[in-house]
């Protein structure tokens, strides 16, 4: 809950910081996580969006990974 909690922060650096520190996730917290990756990667400041680009495929196995940068 408090995981869930953090990815709904208006603060995008809180958002990212809490993607960023996770370990690779299973499937289920996947659903949680993608409309969190999602808003990031639509970031008004430019480093946020680095930081989806650089972190995302550090946190899903490669074939999630495809899916979520598709």
Known sequence: PVLLALLR?????VRLN?????P????????S???AVV???HDSKW???AAVI?????L??????????G
């Open 9 to 13: 922060d208006p603060n995008s650096e």
């Open 18 to 22: 809490v993607i960023c520190n996770l």
């Open 24 to 31: 690779p996730v299973d499937e289920q917290l996947l659903k």
């Open 33 to 35: 996580l993608i409309p």
């Open 39 to 41: 808003q990031l990667a």
């Open 47 to 49: 480093r946020v969006r």
């Open 54 to 58: 650089r972190h995302v495929p550090l």
């Open 60 to 69: 899903f196995d490669e074939n999630l990974s495809e899916t979520c940068l």
